[in-house]
């Protein structure tokens, strides 16, 4: 992997995925009490709205070239293509955590399986519209932050 070109500070401070789902009910459920997101805030306002924020740890963006896609799709799904938009969870153990959020209602599109950088990886539809992929990392101490899509 290769360095940061520009060492000084990150001018964000935060990366937050705004996602409108019509079942908030059902999403938050999903999100926050089966694969255990914590609720940093949330707010009430007119008309029924509601916006739940919950804390997913380290953000990171990550942005792949078509042929970085398609490698990825291969490996962790058996070639079927993944979303335009993909969100991945890191977890501590890709098998049971699929298995809790494919029992809440998750539509699994692969099964856990490793890959050749070292992870665990699964992938699934879930509430919300979202597509996610759930990851264990092999070697953490060699991967603290990425999101298993990347080579070693």
């Not at 890191?90 to 099964?111: F, M, N, Q, S, Y």
């Amino acid at each position: 992997m290769s360095e940061p070109t520009n060492p000084r500070p990150a001018p964000v401070r935060q990366l937050r995925l705004v996602v409108e789902t019509e079942d908030f009910d059902a999403a938050l459920s999903f999100y926050r009490d089966v694969l255990g997101l914590p609720e940093a805030e949330s707010y009430e306002g007119e008309d029924d709205a509601r916006v739940v924020i919950l804390s997913a740890g380290i953000a990171t963006l990550e942005l792949s070239n078509p042929a970085q896609v398609r490698l990825i799709d291969r490996v962790e799904a058996d070639g079927q293509p993944s979303a335009r938009l993909r969100v991945a969870f890191e977890v501590d153990d890709t098998a049971a955590t699929t298995d809790r959020l494919v029992d809440a209602g998750a539509v699994l599109t692969a099964t856990p399986r490793e890959t050749p950088w070292r992870s665990i990886n699964s992938r699934m539809d879930a509430p919300a519209g979202l597509q996610i992929t759930l990851f264990q990392e092999l070697d953490a101490e060699e991967h603290p932050t990425g999101d298993g899509d990347i080579p070693a």
